[in-house]
Each structure stands twice: as structure tokens, then as C-alpha cells.
């Protein structure tokens, strides 16, 4: 429980020069306010003026997390969703247990990572997808932003097969022009989209957040319909439609998809674009 407050994070998203980090700490009201407020990060404090803002967590609902550690959106999302709500929280790297979460060490873009969610989720919708997932910076502004995008669209993606009706989507992008294109997309999908900057992220910071509010899904084939059904009825027979008094450190061996390095070399080697440092 010791993230933010004693040592330096080792995920090069925050990674930063020493004296630079600590200065900015030191001063920074948010760090103090989340000590005071027990919160594992800062962080914590952009998901709940978020919420504060728009309402995306509802009492007793059911929340994706992805990219979760150390675990502040996910402390949010717990106390706002209460005893009947089901969070799920997601990273690469591993997180100590939240109580009243199930936490998923693994890569949110891997499949095996996902099916394990919705296997958590079991015949449960889900009232918010949130991600803020950060890629390890490369100090390419256009390559770390163009990886920023990938991760919203994974996120997004992964939204449309467990969202509700009316459900929520927050996703923190990198700016750098292509989350013009992103927006649209979500405005395909959802009755209101906006884009945010809470108070508790950095001004110097180019990150901002995209609010999706009132998912509609796209109806879906009868037989699409059974498929599911089908589907979310093996996973409750294999026990993993849990509930939240359950809590599940689960390890996932995470292999590295193929397409997915290729994609990422040819994306480094495009944009040999100005360098610029992206704070979160
Ligand atoms: C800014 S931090 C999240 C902070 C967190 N929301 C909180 O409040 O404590 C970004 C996180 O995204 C995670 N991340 C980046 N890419 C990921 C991926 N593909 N799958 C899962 N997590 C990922 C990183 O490991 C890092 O912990």
C-alpha cells in the first residue's frame, strides 16, 4: 500500500528524472489528498471527479477496470459501487488485493485476459468500462500516442461484448490528433460523448479522458443472442460467475501476440516524428 507515498513507481508510464518527481510530489495537493483519503494514487481523484461530473458509477454496479494498478480508480469504483456491485480490475503489472475487487494481473489486449473478465462478469452487464492504460512511453510523442490510441480501442472494443444498455465508457488517450477518429466511433455507439480534463490531472499532462454516456448496443442476431447465452451459461457452470465477497488474485501467463509486435514495430518505425515527454 505503499505506491504512491514511498517509493518510485517501476512502470516507465510514471517514470520521471528523481529530484524533478519529488519536487512535483511534495507540492502537489492531490498527492496529500490522497494520503489523507487512503488512495493508492493520486490517480484516484481524476475517476472520482469524473464520476462526480457525469455519474458513471452507479450504487451496486458492475465495473471493468483496465490498467488498474495500483489500484486507486479501483478503490473509486469499489466504494461507489458498494456490496452489490462487481468490480474487476485489470494490469499488466501485479497489484495488491483490493478489498471488494477481483484483480487480473495480465495484458488487457490479450484475449485470454478478457474472457477471463467476462468469465468474472458471468451473465452480468457491465455499467462502466473505464481504462487508464498507459502505455511504457518510447519519448516518441507520436509513437506513445498512437500506442495510447491502441489501448483505447482495445478497451473500446472489448466495451461493445459486456456493456448495458445505457452503460458508461471513460478511456484516457494520449493527445496527439488520431482520438479525433476515436471520438467519432464512440459517437456512433453512445447518446452523449464528451471529452475531459478533471482538475486532478496535470496541466502539463497531454492526456485527456473520453465520457461515453448511454452505450447502444447494436442488435444483435437471434441466433447470436443463444450463442451468448450459451456461452455465459458454460462459465457459470465452470463457477466463475462470482460475487463480490469473493476475492480472486488470479495469475495469467501473458504470450505476446504476434500480429500485435508487428503492428507495434511498423507503428515505432512510422512515426520517427519530434520527441515530446507525455506526464501523466
Ligand atoms: C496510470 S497507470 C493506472 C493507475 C490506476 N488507474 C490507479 O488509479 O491506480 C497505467 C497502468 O496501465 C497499465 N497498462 C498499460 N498497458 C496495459 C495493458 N495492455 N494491459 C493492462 N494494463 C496495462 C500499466 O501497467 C499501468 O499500471
Not at 17 to 37: C, E, F, I, L, T
Not at 129 to 142: K, W
Not at 158 to 176: P, S
Not at 248 to 274: G, L, P, R
Request: net charge positive; with cysteine.
Amino acid at each position: 500500500m505503499t505506491f504512491l507515498f514511498s517509493i518510485r513507481p517501476v512502470h516507465a508510464a510514471y517514470s520521471t528524472s528523481s529530484k524533478g518527481w519529488m519536487m512535483r510530489q511534495a507540492k502537489d495537493p492531490y498527492v496529500k489528498a490522497a494520503k489523507a483519503n487512503m488512495y493508492r494514487a493520486r490517480s484516484a481523484f481524476k475517476l472520482s471527479q469524473i464520476d462526480q461530473k457525469y455519474r458513471v458509477i452507479p450504487h451496486g454496479g458492475v465495473v471493468v477496470d483496465c490498467g488498474a494498478a495500483p489500484g486507486g480508480w479501483t478503490q473509486v469504483a469499489v466504494a461507489k459501487a458498494q456490496k452489490k456491485g462487481l468490480v474487476v480490475a485489470v494490469d499488466l503489472l501485479p497489484m495488491d488485493p483490493v478489498s471488494g475487487a477481483h484483480c487480473i494481473k495480465g495484458d488487457f489486449m490479450s484475449l485470454k485476459v478478457q474472457n477471463k473478465v467476462k468469465a468474472l462478469l458471468g451473465r452480468r452487464k457491465a455499467d462502466l468500462v473505464c481504462s487508464d492504460m498507459a502505455p511504457s512511453f518510447m519519448g516518441n510523442h507520436m509513437a506513445d500516442h498512437a500506442r495510447s490510441m491502441e489501448l483505447c480501442e482495445s478497451a473500446l472494443t472489448f466495451a461493445q461484448t459486456v456493456l448495458a444498455t445505457n452503460g458508461c465508457f471513460v478511456a484516457k488517450f494520449l493527445m496527439g490528433g488520431t482520438e479525433v477518429e476515436f471520438r467519432r466511433k464512440l459517437q456512433t455507439m453512445f447518446l452523449k460523448v464528451k471529452q475531459e480534463k478533471p482538475d486532478a490531472s496535470r496541466k502539463q499532462s497531454t492526456e485527456g479522458f473520453f465520457v461515453a454516456l448511454g452505450y447502444r448496443p447494436i442488435k444483435q442476431s437471434k441466433e447470436e443472442d443463444e450463442e451468448d447465452e450459451e456461452e455465459s451459461g458454460l462459465r457459470l457452470e465452470s463457477g466463475l460467475g462470482l460475487g463480490l465477497e469473493v476475492k480472486v488474485e488470479t495469475e495469467i501467463e501473458v504470450k505476446e501476440n504476434e500480429q500485435k509486435d508487428q503492428k507495434d514495430s511498423e507503428e515505432a518505425e512510422f512515426n520517427s516524428i519530434q520527441p515530446k515527454k507525455h506526464i501523466l
